[in-house]
């Protein structure tokens, strides 16, 4: 490992506390924003279950606001796209002139909004394939996978090597994107079929929709429009990289056939009436298929269906800002 580094993670739910416990295994100086969990973290520290091996942190930095955490070298935010708009405010007070931002979200052009507030050199991004969920207060189970891959808003190589470096010694698998845009649509293979037919289909866990022959079709039909989409706008920006349409689904079925019965994030926030990440994941691409022309009536359907169910079957959806201390719940993605 390099120096050790002092990250801010701006989001500690499942997803931001796994990958910042990580970082601060590996030795790096971690401070976590958290909201439900805090009390808990603070009297009892943060524990991960882990496939990957156990971690428990006795006496994490944990955090109530930006202001406590101070400046650092790195931002890792994992905030819910639904609190995109909160993210100015949370992250000023940890930015100094050379911290830099890893965005650890989902969705679509998140990249480019960090990257008007805070300039395109400092941001990256990051698109994590893994299962975690909450656990207790103050404990994260992680259940399956975990690598990492990450691009960088200006897919500049040697910013890519410096976001690399920062996780020589943690135990995650990293790989790093040529492409951003590339990199970002290949994930949307997974979420939008898994977190969008988990929901349409009745709030069912990812086994179903690969072990059921009709929602598996509809699962691949969907994939086969994300490429077709992600590949368009690639051509109309200029960028030689293509996705391999197949190779990407092949692998997105391999890894989702043994998940089991794997809730996604999406799904979680829906079956809790939480507010839905439906405009990042399904909006802003829909809206990209329309501005190049392109005819994308599986996304369009599942797009129009979520947003009608978007306050879900519990209490009535939280606003963006009421989500703003906490990251994603888990997802495969």
Partial sequence: MDQAQRVGVIGAGAVGSYYGARLAEAGHDVRFLLRRDYEAVRSGGLRVRSVDGDLHLARPFAA????????????????????????????????????????LMNGLGLEERFSDWFGARRVFGALAFTCINRGEPGVVNHLRYGPITIGHAEDDPAELSAAARLW?????????????????????CWNIPFNGLTIAAGGVATDRVVGDAALRREARALMEEVVRLGNAELARSGEAARIDGEAVIERMFAMTDVMGAYRPSTLIDYLEGRALEVEAIFGEPLRRAHALGEPAPRLELMTALLRSLAGGPGPAATTGAGTAGDGSGGDAA
Avoid: M, Y
């Avoid at 070298?73 to 931002?101: F, G, I, N, Y």
């Fill in 168 to 188: 020589a010694g943690a135990k995650v698998e990293v790989s790093t994107a040529p492409s951003l845009l590339r990199a970002r649509w290949e994930k949307l």
């Fill in 64 to 103: 109530a606001t930006s202001e406590e955490i101070g400046p650092v070298d790195w931002v890792v935010c994992a905030l819910k796209a639904t609190s995109l708009d909160a993210v100015p405010a949370l992250l000023q007070p940890c930015l100094q002139e050379t911290t830099r931002v890893l965005v």
